[in-house]
T-cell receptor, first 113, second 110 residues
Framework: EAQVTQNPRYLITVTGKKLTVTCSQNMNHEYMSWYRQDPGLGLRQIYY???????DKGDVPEGYKVSRKEKRNFPLILESPSPNQTSLYFCASSWRHPSYEQYFGPGTRLTVT | DAKTTQPPSMDCAEGRAANLPCNHSTISGNEYVYWYRQIHSQGPQYIIHGLKNNETNEMASLIITEDRKSSTLILPHATLRDTAVYYC???????????FGSGTQLTVLP
Protein backbone atom coordinates (compact mmCIF):
# COMPACT_ATOMS: atom_id res chain seq x y z
CA GLU A 1 0.00 0.00 0.00
CA ALA A 2 1.33 3.42 -0.99
CA GLN A 3 1.80 5.46 2.14
CA VAL A 4 3.73 8.02 4.12
CA THR A 5 4.48 7.01 7.69
CA GLN A 6 5.50 9.21 10.58
CA ASN A 7 6.83 8.32 14.00
CA PRO A 8 6.04 9.00 16.70
CA ARG A 9 2.39 9.93 16.30
CA TYR A 10 2.29 11.65 19.68
CA LEU A 11 5.16 13.08 21.70
CA ILE A 12 5.37 15.10 24.88
CA THR A 13 8.82 16.42 25.68
CA VAL A 14 10.58 19.14 27.64
CA THR A 15 12.29 22.29 26.47
CA GLY A 16 15.79 21.72 25.12
CA LYS A 17 15.67 17.95 24.73
CA LYS A 18 16.64 17.07 21.18
CA LEU A 19 14.15 15.02 19.23
CA THR A 20 13.67 13.55 15.78
CA VAL A 21 10.41 12.88 13.99
CA THR A 22 10.86 10.30 11.27
CA CYS A 23 9.11 10.28 7.91
CA SER A 24 9.24 7.51 5.37
CA GLN A 25 7.51 6.94 2.03
CA ASN A 26 7.34 3.77 -0.06
CA MET A 27 6.46 5.33 -3.41
CA ASN A 28 9.94 6.22 -4.66
CA HIS A 29 8.96 9.89 -4.61
CA GLU A 30 11.59 12.50 -5.22
CA TYR A 31 9.87 15.40 -3.43
CA MET A 32 9.31 15.40 0.32
CA SER A 33 8.18 18.14 2.65
CA TRP A 34 7.41 18.99 6.26
CA TYR A 35 4.52 21.17 7.41
CA ARG A 36 3.31 22.36 10.75
CA GLN A 37 -0.29 23.19 11.51
CA ASP A 38 -1.43 25.56 14.23
CA PRO A 39 -4.92 26.81 15.05
CA GLY A 40 -5.72 29.93 13.08
CA LEU A 41 -2.49 29.74 11.07
CA GLY A 42 -3.22 26.81 8.80
CA LEU A 43 -0.55 24.61 7.24
CA ARG A 44 2.88 26.19 6.92
CA GLN A 45 5.81 24.59 5.20
CA ILE A 46 8.98 24.09 7.26
CA TYR A 47 11.42 22.46 4.85
CA TYR A 48 11.26 20.60 1.59
CA UNK A 49 13.52 18.36 -0.44
CA UNK A 50 13.53 18.02 -4.20
CA UNK A 51 15.69 14.89 -4.09
CA UNK A 52 18.40 13.11 -2.13
CA UNK A 53 20.88 15.57 -0.57
CA UNK A 54 18.80 18.53 -1.83
CA UNK A 55 16.89 20.41 0.86
CA ASP A 56 15.59 23.95 1.12
CA LYS A 57 13.82 26.18 3.60
CA GLY A 58 10.10 26.66 3.53
CA ASP A 59 8.20 29.46 5.21
CA VAL A 60 8.98 28.66 8.87
CA PRO A 61 12.36 26.87 9.09
CA GLU A 62 13.68 28.47 12.30
CA GLY A 63 14.44 25.91 15.00
CA TYR A 64 14.29 22.91 12.66
CA LYS A 65 16.76 20.83 10.70
CA VAL A 66 16.23 18.15 8.08
CA SER A 67 18.32 15.68 6.16
CA ARG A 68 17.73 13.60 3.05
CA LYS A 69 20.34 10.90 2.88
CA GLU A 70 18.02 8.34 1.33
CA LYS A 71 15.16 8.84 -1.07
CA ARG A 72 12.55 7.27 1.18
CA ASN A 73 13.38 9.06 4.46
CA PHE A 74 13.13 12.70 5.47
CA PRO A 75 13.54 13.15 9.23
CA LEU A 76 12.69 16.39 11.01
CA ILE A 77 15.10 17.32 13.78
CA LEU A 78 14.44 19.72 16.63
CA GLU A 79 17.84 20.34 18.21
CA SER A 80 16.50 22.35 21.15
CA PRO A 81 12.71 22.28 21.20
CA SER A 82 10.82 25.21 22.66
CA PRO A 83 7.16 25.54 23.67
CA ASN A 84 6.39 27.55 20.51
CA GLN A 85 7.15 24.41 18.52
CA THR A 86 4.16 22.68 20.06
CA SER A 87 2.15 21.84 16.98
CA LEU A 88 0.75 19.19 14.65
CA TYR A 89 3.36 18.14 12.10
CA PHE A 90 2.78 16.55 8.71
CA CYS A 91 5.20 14.99 6.30
CA ALA A 92 4.28 14.79 2.61
CA SER A 93 5.74 13.40 -0.57
CA SER A 94 5.08 13.59 -4.28
CA TRP A 95 6.57 12.06 -7.39
CA ARG A 96 8.67 14.92 -8.71
CA HIS A 97 7.60 18.22 -7.15
CA PRO A 98 4.47 19.64 -5.53
CA SER A 99 2.73 20.11 -8.87
CA TYR A 100 2.02 16.43 -8.61
CA GLU A 101 -0.37 14.94 -6.10
CA GLN A 102 1.08 15.14 -2.59
CA TYR A 103 0.57 12.27 -0.19
CA PHE A 104 0.46 13.26 3.45
CA GLY A 105 1.38 11.27 6.52
CA PRO A 106 -1.02 10.85 9.47
CA GLY A 107 0.59 13.60 11.51
CA THR A 108 2.67 13.89 14.67
CA ARG A 109 1.27 15.83 17.57
CA LEU A 110 4.14 17.36 19.51
CA THR A 111 3.87 19.08 22.88
CA VAL A 112 6.90 20.86 24.33
CA THR A 113 6.60 21.84 27.99
CA ASP B 1 2.61 34.28 -5.17
CA ALA B 2 -0.74 32.99 -6.39
CA LYS B 3 -3.01 34.07 -3.54
CA THR B 4 -6.36 32.36 -3.15
CA THR B 5 -9.50 33.48 -1.36
CA GLN B 6 -12.16 31.12 -0.05
CA PRO B 7 -15.21 31.56 2.19
CA PRO B 8 -14.41 30.42 5.73
CA SER B 9 -17.37 28.09 6.02
CA MET B 10 -20.26 26.54 4.11
CA ASP B 11 -23.05 24.11 4.84
CA CYS B 12 -24.54 21.56 2.49
CA ALA B 13 -27.40 19.10 2.85
CA GLU B 14 -26.49 15.44 2.58
CA GLY B 15 -27.09 14.11 -0.94
CA ARG B 16 -26.98 17.54 -2.52
CA ALA B 17 -24.14 18.99 -4.56
CA ALA B 18 -21.57 21.00 -2.63
CA ASN B 19 -20.13 23.89 -4.64
CA LEU B 20 -17.01 25.39 -3.10
CA PRO B 21 -15.77 28.63 -4.67
CA CYS B 22 -12.24 29.96 -4.85
CA ASN B 23 -10.87 33.23 -6.18
CA HIS B 24 -7.32 33.22 -7.53
CA SER B 25 -7.14 36.46 -9.46
CA THR B 26 -3.32 36.64 -9.32
CA ILE B 27 -2.69 33.20 -10.79
CA SER B 28 -0.46 33.24 -13.85
CA GLY B 29 -1.06 31.52 -17.16
CA ASN B 30 0.91 28.37 -16.46
CA GLU B 31 0.02 27.86 -12.81
CA TYR B 32 -2.29 25.08 -11.77
CA VAL B 33 -5.02 25.29 -9.16
CA TYR B 34 -5.05 22.45 -6.64
CA TRP B 35 -7.69 21.28 -4.23
CA TYR B 36 -7.02 19.30 -1.07
CA ARG B 37 -9.17 18.50 1.89
CA GLN B 38 -8.45 17.75 5.52
CA ILE B 39 -10.84 15.71 7.62
CA HIS B 40 -10.52 16.72 11.26
CA SER B 41 -6.80 16.54 12.11
CA GLN B 42 -5.86 13.89 9.56
CA GLY B 43 -3.26 14.48 6.88
CA PRO B 44 -4.60 16.51 3.94
CA GLN B 45 -5.87 14.52 0.98
CA TYR B 46 -5.43 15.47 -2.66
CA ILE B 47 -8.70 15.90 -4.55
CA ILE B 48 -8.07 17.36 -7.99
CA HIS B 49 -6.10 19.97 -9.91
CA GLY B 50 -6.52 21.87 -13.18
CA LEU B 51 -5.01 24.51 -15.44
CA LYS B 52 -7.73 25.91 -17.68
CA ASN B 53 -10.07 23.11 -18.69
CA ASN B 54 -12.70 21.61 -16.47
CA GLU B 55 -11.58 18.44 -14.76
CA THR B 56 -13.43 15.50 -13.25
CA ASN B 57 -12.33 12.48 -11.30
CA GLU B 58 -13.97 9.96 -9.02
CA MET B 59 -14.03 12.42 -6.13
CA ALA B 60 -15.07 15.73 -7.62
CA SER B 61 -15.32 18.11 -10.55
CA LEU B 62 -13.34 21.30 -10.98
CA ILE B 63 -14.77 24.15 -12.99
CA ILE B 64 -12.32 26.93 -13.89
CA THR B 65 -13.58 30.19 -15.36
CA GLU B 66 -12.31 31.17 -18.77
CA ASP B 67 -10.31 34.07 -17.36
CA ARG B 68 -8.85 31.66 -14.75
CA LYS B 69 -9.55 34.11 -11.94
CA SER B 70 -11.78 31.73 -10.07
CA SER B 71 -12.79 28.10 -9.81
CA THR B 72 -15.43 25.93 -8.17
CA LEU B 73 -14.97 22.51 -6.68
CA ILE B 74 -18.10 20.40 -6.97
CA LEU B 75 -18.85 17.38 -4.84
CA PRO B 76 -21.86 16.03 -6.73
CA HIS B 77 -23.57 14.10 -3.92
CA ALA B 78 -22.16 15.21 -0.59
CA THR B 79 -22.11 12.72 2.27
CA LEU B 80 -21.47 13.23 5.97
CA ARG B 81 -17.94 11.91 5.39
CA ASP B 82 -17.25 14.89 3.13
CA THR B 83 -17.32 17.20 6.14
CA ALA B 84 -13.82 18.66 6.10
CA VAL B 85 -11.72 21.76 5.47
CA TYR B 86 -11.24 22.24 1.74
CA TYR B 87 -8.15 24.06 0.52
CA CYS B 88 -7.83 25.77 -2.83
CA UNK B 89 -4.15 26.21 -3.53
CA UNK B 90 -1.94 27.91 -6.03
CA UNK B 91 1.81 27.41 -6.19
CA UNK B 92 4.13 29.90 -4.54
CA UNK B 93 6.55 32.01 -6.50
CA UNK B 94 9.25 29.35 -6.40
CA UNK B 95 7.01 26.62 -7.91
CA UNK B 96 8.65 24.31 -5.38
CA UNK B 97 6.01 24.82 -2.73
CA UNK B 98 2.29 24.74 -2.33
CA UNK B 99 0.97 27.42 0.00
CA PHE B 100 -2.08 26.35 1.95
CA GLY B 101 -4.46 29.12 2.97
CA SER B 102 -7.13 28.88 5.64
CA GLY B 103 -9.57 26.94 3.46
CA THR B 104 -13.33 26.45 3.67
CA GLN B 105 -14.89 24.41 6.44
CA LEU B 106 -17.61 22.40 4.70
CA THR B 107 -20.21 20.88 6.98
CA VAL B 108 -22.55 18.34 5.43
CA LEU B 109 -25.80 18.28 7.35
CA PRO B 110 -28.05 15.21 7.65
Amino acid sequence: EAQVTQNPRYLITVTGKKLTVTCSQNMNHEYMSWYRQDPGLGLRQIYYSMNVEVTDKGDVPEGYKVSRKEKRNFPLILESPSPNQTSLYFCASSWRHPSYEQYFGPGTRLTVT
Amino acid sequence: DAKTTQPPSMDCAEGRAANLPCNHSTISGNEYVYWYRQIHSQGPQYIIHGLKNNETNEMASLIITEDRKSSTLILPHATLRDTAVYYCIGPSGSARQLTFGSGTQLTVLP
